[in-house]
């Protein structure tokens, strides 16, 4: 009775495998990291999505005994490439995580050799994997019209927060780490634009919509509702501040609240994200005749090729309006 009482106490104090402890990051990789803010304004999501990369690459190369990452040769990240691709489903979200960790890796060896740890860039001969065309996923306006009722709909101080939540987001086609961090401040004068700092630290003036300032005006007098006693001093400085340790709604949380307003709009709230809505700012907007250089303004992208995906997403819609609706495609169907 004993043994097994002691037995059950043993089981009880492991109720299961224990975790194994993340890998630690190689030595230079803080070092690195550190650069990537102090002289290039890297934000923190930018910051961990480095330090995941380079990790991950690490614990390959100690798994397959090969040198360390930052002993290193082009061969051995050659195969850690290859196995990269090869474990993963070959579309092209696929190729743009095999991309993203090798442009970790050239700017990781590059640092080293900068810093005089390495004489040579065993990344600097790899090839970047091909990618695919992803169209960005998009709702209907009919579908964000939808969303828009039922947060208006909504009242109380949650409610009015979501609904002026996502009326900015739509009305600027922010990224959603902009969105949720967004100071007081932001607000111009007059209130009929944002002044945002996005990637890089870079200032960029977005025009707000008449419906986008009225939902504004009725949240703002909710502000101290959401702010906690005692810590008002951090939380002030937000536009919409949160009782979270962070003093701000976090991404995912508003994620989940758009979710929640998807199922209550009717729609499936899989196919709904923050990202999704500033994907439709962008289509929507030339889907009515605005220009390219102004949409990529508003977004913040470095590069106008990066904004060029949203044409092709008019493209193909106006390709399946003409298929589905010209008479004479219509006859060719019934043709065939």
């Known amino acids: 009775m004993a043994g097994a009482a002691a037995t059950a106490g043993a089981a009880k104090a492991r109720p299961g495998r224990p975790r ?40 390959f190369l100690t798994q397959a005994k090969r040198p360390g990452l930052d002993q290193a040769s082009s061969d051995d990240l050659r195969a850690y490439l290859e196995h990269l691709a090869a474990t993963r489903i070959k579309d092209a979200s696929a190729a743009k995580t ?85 100071p007081m401040n932001a607000l111009t004068r007059d ?12 200032e960029r003036l977005v025009p707000l919509s008449a419906p986008a300032r009225d939902a504004i005006a009725a949240y703002l007098p909710d502000r101290p509702y ?13 536009l919409f501040p949160s ?19 998807a199922i209550r709009a009717g729609l499936d709230p899989a196919k709904v994200s923050p990202h999704v809505l500033r994907h439709c700012f962008a289509t929507h907007l030339l889907d009515h005749g605005a220009d390219l250089r102004s949409v990529q303004k508003m977004l913040g992208h470095a590069d106008i090729g990066t904004t060029q995906i949203y044409t092709h997403v008019v493209g193909e819609r106006l390709k399946q309006a003409v298929e589905q609706h010209h008479p004479l495609s219509a006859k060719r169907k019934a043709k065939a």
Request: aromatic residues 6%; positive net charge.
């Open 20 to 59: 194994k402890a993340p890998a630690p990051p190689p030595p230079w990789v803080d070092a690195f990291l550190d650069m990537m803010v102090a002289e290039r304004a890297a934000s923190p999501n930018t910051r961990d999505a480095y330090r995941r990369d380079l990790t991950d690459v690490a614990s």
């Open 98 to 182: 095999v991309a993203r960790r090798l442009s970790a890796l050239r700017q990781y060896y590059k640092f080293l050799v900068s810093e005089g740890h390495r004489a040579e860039d065993p990344a600097s001969v790899l090839d970047t994997p091909k990618q695919g065309r992803s169209l960005p996923k998009i709702l209907s306006e009919g579908d964000v019209a939808a969303m828009l009722t039922a947060a208006a709909a909504l009242g109380a101080p949650e409610g009015r927060r979501l609904n002026a939540l996502l009326e900015v987001l739509y009305a600027t086609g922010l990224r959603v780490s902009e969105l949720v961090g967004l």
């Open 191 to 202: 209130a009929r634009a944002l002044i945002v700092r996005g990637k890089g630290g870079k």
């Open 226 to 238: 959401f702010m906690t006693k005692g810590r008002e001093g951090k939380q002030q400085a937000y």
């Open 243 to 261: 009782r979270a340790t962070a003093g701000i709604l976090t991404r995912q949380r508003f994620g989940q609240l758009l979710k929640e307003l």
